[in-house]
């Protein structure tokens, strides 16, 4: 089991940036697969982005391409997640999740990943 916190949550204006943190403990973070997904008011926790073990692959759900850009350190077990130009609809708490094998069968999967951080508060005005 991996121990993940997120940060770098916050408000701000639609066009605006953000910097998302998720600090892995507890096992050898470069053997996990790792994604970032939120969950808005009311509706179901949806992927945002992934990247593998090695960071050479990366994978991005249609509605944050382009805006979005997922990266990690192993030496530092640290993943993180650029938002650029945001959004009033990218509204929502923010995970970090990780998968232990080389890639999820479904990597937009939530059932996929077993270790989740609290989550973050990103919250975009108009």
């Known amino acids: 089991q991996v121990q993940l916190v997120e940060s770098g949550g916050g408000l701000v204006q639609a066009g605006g940036s953000l910097r998302l943190t998720c600090a892995a403990s507890g096992r050898t973070f470069s053997n996990y697969f790792m994604g970032w997904f939120r969950q808005a008011p009311g509706k179901e926790r949806e992927f945002v982005a992934a990247?593998?073990?090695?960071?050479?692959?990366?994978y991005y759900a249609d509605s944050v391409k382009e805006r979005f850009t997922i990266s990690r350190d192993n030496a530092k077990n640290m993943v993180y997640l650029q938002m650029n130009s945001l959004k009033p609809e990218d509204t929502a708490v923010y995970y970090c999740?990780?998968?232990?094998?080389?890639?999820?069968?479904?990597?937009?999967?939530?059932?996929?990943?077993?270790?989740w951080g609290q989550g973050t508060q990103v919250t975009i005005s108009s």
């Open positions: 990247i593998s073990r090695s960071g050479v692959s990366r």
């Open positions: 999740a990780a998968h232990l094998t080389a890639r999820p069968t479904v990597v937009a999967g939530r059932n996929e990943y077993h270790d």
